[in-house]
């Protein structure tokens, strides 16, 4: 079946075609980037009137470049929670007309679930169960993904998102927004043992063992930016992106690791827009045991080929909405 997805729970318009769940038809991603830089971050309202400017116009470009007619088309998708709720009211809207215009079932998909799915599109022989880290700019979560369907949360961060706090950091340094990728890349610039040099905190969480938290250590990059800034002292800028980044994943590697030798599954897999960062996926590689999956780097943004490929599964797990469908800032994954 040929699934037409949407997604529009942040700054991405995207507007997909999926067969079967595993197979991209077409792929449109329109980025507002350039709508939200000069204000250094995502201005909800904007977002929602850019949505609304161009999704009509993605959703005839991925149906033309699917190579399909509308007829064509076998159930719409859409992202319906969590994220901002503006944007996201313009995707459920649009997807209720064109499931009503096309007379087709209309299904709902949760955005994490959705960045799990990606790994199916790339990875055909994936399958639950396994462990799953979701790193992106508003959620950071380790999850026990039983089947396609059924997934429980086993920790999550108590602050900040991982995603959250690269642009924080990558903002202070003047990488511009979203500075994650950036961050990445100063940090790959960084002479070997340079990271030394800085002394960050590893933070310690009480209570459940596979939550985490970054705040503190963002607070500790940002202050140690500042004093060098208030003595005029010249700072190794990707020294410090690498001591940075390395200490976010060393938290988020060892929870994995935790949690896969916890759950005893053999299989563990990355996802959100985070899993495009180059030092956590080596020392994921590097740390686990056992099969690790990750998205290739297109796959691991926003998008809404993700969408399609979960709404596949929660299709045939029955899943479907009606008329009534609303979209929501938060929801839980189960
Ligand atoms: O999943 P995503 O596209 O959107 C959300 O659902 O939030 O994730 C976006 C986040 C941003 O914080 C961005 O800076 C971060 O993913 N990101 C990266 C990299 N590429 C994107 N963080 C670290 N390294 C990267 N290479
Ligand atoms: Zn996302």
């Not at 859409?78 to 064109?98: E, R």
């Not at 988020?252 to 996926?281: I, K």
């Not at 780097?297 to 969408?307: K, Q, R, V």
Request: aromatic content about 6%.
């Amino acid at each position: 079946m040929n699934i037409l997805a949407f997604e529009t729970s942040c700054d991405e318009t995207a507007v997909a075609v999926v067969r079967g769940g595993r197979h991209i038809l077409s792929n449109a991603v329109l980025s507002q980037i350039d709508v939200h830089a000069l204000y250094g971050g995502v201005v909800p309202e904007l977002a929602s009137r850019r949505h609304m400017e161009v999704v009509a116009a993605l959703t005839g470009q991925a149906i033309a470049e699917a190579g399909l007619d509308r007829r064509d088309i076998g159930a719409v998708a859409v992202t319906h929670a969590p994220g901002l709720i503006g944007a996201l009211l313009v995707g459920v809207g649009f997807a209720k007309g064109a499931a009503f215009a096309l007379d087709k079932p209309l299904i709902p998909v949760h955005h994490i679930r959705g960045h799990i799915a990606a790994n199916y599109i790339a990875h055909p022989e994936l399958r639950p169960p396994f462990a799953a880290l979701v790193a992106s700019g508003g959620h950071t979560l380790l999850l026990d993904v039983r089947n396609y369907t059924e997934m429980t949360v086993l920790g999550s961060t108590r602050d900040d998102a991982a995603g959250e706090v690269f642009d924080k950091v990558a903002r202070v340094l003047g990488l511009g927004y979203p500075g994650g990728a950036a961050l990445d890349r100063l940090a790959a610039q960084a002479a070997p043992g340079a990271a030394g040099a800085f002394h960050l905190p590893r933070p310690r969480v009480e209570g459940n063992p596979y939550d985490m938290s970054f705040s503190g250590l963002k607070t500790a990059a940002l202050s140690l930016l500042n004093s060098a800034r208030m003595k005029n002292e010249e700072v190794d800028r990707a020294g410090l992106a690498a001591a940075f980044v390395g200490a976010v994943c060393d938290t988020l590697v060892s929870r994995t690791a935790l949690a896969l030798q916890n759950l005893g599954y053999e299989t563990c897999v990355l996802a959100g827009g985070v899993a495009a960062n180059t030092h956590l996926r080596r020392s994921l590689a590097r740390s686990l045991p056992g099969a690790l999956y990750m998205p290739p780097a297109a796959l691991c943004g926003d998008n809404a080929a993700m969408i399609g490929a979960q709404a596949w599964y929660e299709y045939v797990s029955g899943a479907s909405a009606d008329m009534a469908l609303n979209g929501y800032a938060s929801g839980s994954l189960g």
